[in-house]
Nanobody, 118 residues
Framework: QVQLVESGGGSVQAGGSLRLSCAAS????????MGWFRQAPGKEREFVGR????????YYADSVKGRFTISSDNAKNTVYLQMNSLKPEDTAVYYC???????????WGQGTQVTVSS
């Protein structure tokens, strides 16, 4: 079993920045690929980006490429999502996920709300 707890969400004006954190725990959490997803009101949950605990295999959705940065800190068992140049369309609940493959989510966090106002 893997437990994921997100933090760092909030409200910000367009052009601003936020950093989300995802603290992982459980016996095998570091064997998973870590991903970030988001779900806007009335829309399906979508992939944002992923990273391994070694800091490799980083990949971003086109919609956030160049603005968002994913990183991992093994010492703190935490994965981060640095979000810069935020846009109103980035408004969503952001979820951390533990993935056994690039397309299979095994565990979800509870989500954290990000609201970007124009």
């Amino acid at each position: 079993q893997v437990q994921l707890v997100e933090s760092g969400g909030g409200s910000v004006q367009a052009g601003g920045s936020l950093r989300l954190s995802c603290a992982a725990s459980g016996r095998t959490f570091n064997s998973y690929i870590m991903g970030w997803f988001r779900q806007a009101p009335g829309k399906e949950r979508e992939f944002v980006g992923r990273i391994t605990w070694s800091g490799g295999w980083i990949y971003y959705a086109d919609s956030v490429k160049g603005r968002f940065t994913i990183s991992s800190d093994n010492a703190k068992n935490t994965v981060y999502l640095q979000m810069n140049s935020l846009k109103p369309e980035d408004t969503a609940v952001y979820y951390c996920a533990a993935m056994s493959t690039s397309s299979k989510v095994d565990y979800w966090g509870q989500g954290t709300q990000v609201t970007v106002s124009s």
